[in-house]
Structures are given as C-alpha cells and as structure tokens.
C-alpha cells in the first residue's frame, strides 16, 4: 500500500498503539459531539473496528517523533450498518453510566430532528450503499499541526488507499459552518452534492473513476 510522504509528516495505517491517541485528538476536535459524550469506551472501540477491519481506511499521520498528529477512517457504505449495530452496546452503556445525557441539548437536538424527519420527511439525495463507495466518517488534526497541510496529507492519502481498494467514490459530510473543511475539499476537487438543512451538514463526493 502506498502512502506519501510531505515534510516532516508521514501518512501511516492505524494499529491498536495509535488508538488512545487518536481517540485524545478526536475528543479534542469534536468536543461536545453525541459520539464523544458517550465515552471513551465508545469512542475506542468505534477507532479499533476501523483499524482492524481490512474493508474500511484508517490512517494515521506521525510526526518526526512518530506520534499521531491527525487522523482519518472511512468505510464502505454497505458496511454502515454493521458499524451501527456494534456501536449501539456502547452507546447504551454509555447512557447507563450517564443517564443525565438524556437532557444534553445535543442529544435532544438529534431526537427532535430525526422525530421530525420521520413526520415530515424531507427529499434527500440517497447514495445506494454499494461497496463501490466509500465514506470518509470522520477525520480530525491536532490543533499544533493545522494550517500546516497535515489535513489535506491526510484527505490526499485516504484518496490513494480508497483507489488501491478499487472504490470508484468517495462521500463525506461537513458541517456547513465550517468554512476551512469545505474550502479544503472543494481545493482537492470535491463536488458539493447536497445541504441537509435540517442537520446543518453539507454532503461532498469525488469520483475515483
């Protein structure tokens, strides 16, 4: 498998030592996300089922001293399901440790809205979840190393590897308030497909054929 090298940034496969780590970064980019408040528990085994998974990509970039500075997963869409299934034990446990997250307004915002898609459902573009496709789920760079290019090594990487596994797309969603993701993936040839103005998210794609 190849994976570039830029600077003093190397794009390596993510292992098991990598994972308390990344988890440590994710925390840090995605503070206050439902995924976070359920716990580390949560958050480890969501990165261990990336990194022991020869379907799904899961990259690492190290510094000169080969720690991890930024990370990247993604998986096939016909694999999105099982993903959900395993994570929805650690979900619950993470509840039953910290039953007061029922009331967080993130968890209440995600509730009310997906009460509401289903009474009042709103057309969306629905990619079929062929594994043809692959989608980058979540991708986050230390906050020492950004505006240094570490994401974009990483987004550049990902592409490689998603060819290499003979996936002709690419997806992914944004947050459409976060200025510096969408420019990055639009400079790397992303073509915005569709605003979820119910979540506030922005769904991009890259075709790899």
């Not at 496969?13 to 994710?26: A, F, G, Q």
């Not at 510094?63 to 993604?74: A, C, I, M, Q, W």
Request: hydrophobic residues 40%.
């Amino acid at each position: 498998m190849i994976l570039p090298e830029s600077g003093r940034t190397t794009v390596s496969l993510m292992n098991k030592e990598h994972i308390h780590d990344v988890v440590t970064l994710h925390k840090e980019a995605y503070a206050g996300f439902t995924n976070v408040l359920f716990g580390d528990k949560y958050l480890f085994n969501f990165m261990e089922w990336f990194a022991s998974n020869d379907h799904c990509i899961s990259l690492v970039s190290l510094n000169d001293k080969l720690e991890p500075t930024g990370y990247v997963v993604g998986l096939p869409l016909s694999e999105r399901e099982a993903l959900k299934k395993r994570q929805l034990k650690w979900a619950s446990i993470g509840l039953l440790r910290r039953p007061y997250l029922i009331l967080h307004p993130t968890l209440v915002k995600k509730v009310f809205a997906f009460a509401k898609s289903k009474v009042f459902p709103i057309p969306t573009i629905r990619l079929e979840p062929r594994a043809g496709i692959v989608g980058l789920v979540s991708i986050a760079v230390s906050p020492s190393e950004q505006g240094t290019g570490v994401g974009k090594h990483l987004l550049a990487s990902f592409e490689i590897n998603a060819k290499q596994k003979r996936f002709d797309m690419m997806r992914l969603y944004v947050d459409s308030n976060n200025a510096r993701a969408r420019n990055a993936y639009i400079s790397m040839n992303w073509t915005l497909l569709e605003t979820d103005v119910e979540s506030g998210s922005i769904m991009f794609t890259k075709k790899l054929k």
